[in-house]
T-cell receptor
């Protein structure tokens, strides 16, 4: 069966360090992979999208990699700040029709 | 600043009652999604529409849930009759649905509690 796995445990890191979050998937061939941020009591907010033929995408302090051989995406936040504390969700779109499936998310806590 | 709006933000109802949730997508977006989020299951896609036509509602319990788009500015999700297991946060999201822009914009959600 299709499965998306994100670190189920919360990730605590020190301010200024690089946070790395993992999204692994099985039995998918995603055309697109997206990362969203969700704060408590709010809807998810889109951060980055990466296509299957792209290895890496950057936006300010954010970087996403996509390895279709390993079936894995890594999401990096460099120079992390307490304001980056949130839950981060990856979402896979197998056909490019926007019918995405979300992972369960990883809660990131950046400690001052 | 264009946003997806949802009403009501909170709803408490008794088992067996009808619940209607409403969503106004961002103007110009042609794709509308309904999701349900719980601690146990995470964020699940219930149904989605493109140009007001339902594209997929396979994630929705058909016997009690229904989703419609009466016009381009309004999407509705109905539960009749509601059950305690329907307690969750329901999100609406909209998007452009073209190859240059696949991101989804989420509303603030409706927190539903069925007692």
């Amino acid at each position: 069966s299709q499965k998306i796995e994100q670190n189920s445990e919360a990730l605590n890191i020190q301010e200024g360090k690089t946070a790395t979050l993992t999204c692994n998937y099985t039995n998918y061939s995603p055309a697109y992979l997206q990362w969203y941020r969700q704060d408590p009591g709010r809807g998810p907010v889109f951060l980055l999208l990466i296509r299957e033929n792209e290895k890496e995408k950057r936006k300010e302090r954010l970087k996403v990699t996509f390895d279709t051989t390993l079936k894995q995406s890594l999401f990096h936040i460099t120079a992390s700040q307490p304001a980056d504390s949130a839950t981060y969700l990856c979402a896979l779109d197998p056909g490019g029709y926007q019918k995405v499936t979300f992972g369960t998310g990883t809660k990131l806590q950046v400690i001052p | 600043d264009a946003r997806v709006t949802q009403t009501p933000r909170h709803k408490v109802t008794e088992m067996g009652q009808e619940v209607t949730m409403r969503c106004q997508p961002i103007l110009g977006h042609n794709t509308v999604f309904w999701y349900r989020q719980t601690m146990m299951q995470g964020l699940e896609l219930l149904a989605y529409f493109r140009n007001r036509a339902p594209l997929d509602d396979s994630g929705m319990p058909k016997d009690r849930f229904s989703a419609e788009m009466p016009d381009a500015t309004l999407a509705t999700l109905k539960i009749q009759p509601s059950e305690p297991r329907d307690s969750a946060v329901y999100f609406c999201a909209s998007g452009r649905g073209d190859v240059s822009s696949y991101e989804q914009y989420f509303g603030p959600g409706t927190r539903l509690t069925v007692t």
